[in-house]
């Protein structure tokens, strides 16, 4: 196996009577498994995010293999990593361009009512810090918005839709994810250029994988729920053929336990009638 074998399966298989492991344990076995792959995806992702532009498509194709290697599947890592880059490339590039605006827009506002907030009035530095909780939800958000995007088939409301609730519905592992970011990305840039090595060659792809590990278990759930409202209001797109999920947000399991109740009381109340 070659470090720069790209169209090699580098994970061997893992016996199906092997314990699993969960936890802390589960991410340090998968680092330790993934880390040549880890090193390969790296330098693909930079590679796929030199002309800036496609840079969304590129955080989409890395989201798709961190997705990968959480759920302990066999991958190409090179053909892979294109095909996700290659699919949807639009609604990765327009969702890119949404956060964009949003992440400059709520940046501007902590700046300006930072800056006269200390010379006119103190409720503008409390704008500015509701300004900065909005940037962190927007920034989670579009961790959600990229590994959703690899992970189902949504259409694109939907998928920023889903990736507002979700940073709420699962704020625990919301939180995680953010702390991930920090110390393993938004650290070492500060850090530059001590930190250029740990940047160029591991800090991208572990990131995503971090952030997948804390965010997958609630996609997964939430779309358990989509899959089952999708064989009642399942769709075809007539001009692509494609089919999706629909959904505008992802329900609550509580909602989901009421509908429930709700259908098992008909048949009495019909009976009662009779």
Do not use: C
Request: glycine share 4%; proline share 4%.
């Amino acid at each position: 196996m070659g470090l720069f074998n790209f169209r090699s399966k580098d994970k061997p298989d893992i016996p199906k009577d092997a314990p699993k492991k969960k936890g802390i344990m589960l991410v340090l076995s998968t680092l330790w498994r993934e880390f040549f792959n880890i090193l390969k995806l790296n330098l693909v992702f930079i590679l796929a995010a030199l002309p800036v532009v496609t840079l969304p498509a590129a955080l989409k194709a890395m989201s798709r293999i961190s997705i990968k290697m959480v759920q302990d599947e066999n991958f190409f890592l090179w053909r892979d990593f294109w095909k996700a880059f290659k699919d949807d490339f639009w609604k990765s590039f327009f969702g890119g361009l949404i956060f964009l605006f949003i992440f400059a827009a709520f940046t501007f506002s902590i700046i300006f009512y930072s800056y006269y907030g200390r010379e006119m009035h103190w409720l503008l530095l409390g704008l500015a810090a509701f300004a900065i909780a909005l940037l962190i939800w927007a920034y989670v958000a579009s961790l959600y918005f990229f590994l959703m995007n690899a992970y189902v088939n949504l259409r694109f409301l939907d998928l920023l839709k889903n990736s507002i609730f979700l940073v709420f519905q699962g704020w625990k592992r919301s939180g995680l994810a953010f702390l991930s970011t920090l110390l393993f990305l938004a650290a070492p840039i500060l850090l530059l250029p001590y930190s250029a090595v740990f940047v160029l060659f591991v800090s991208f792809p572990l990131t995503n994988l971090l952030v997948a590990f804390a965010l997958y278990p609630v996609l997964e759930q939430k779309t358990i729920l989509l899959e089952q409202e999708a064989e009642e209001t399942e769709t075809i797109d007539q001009n692509s053929g494609d089919q999706y999920l629909h959904s505008a947000t992802f329900t609550g399991w509580e909602d989901e336990e009421k509908t429930t109740e709700t259908e098992e009381k008909a048949p009495e109340t019909e009976e009662k009638g009779e």
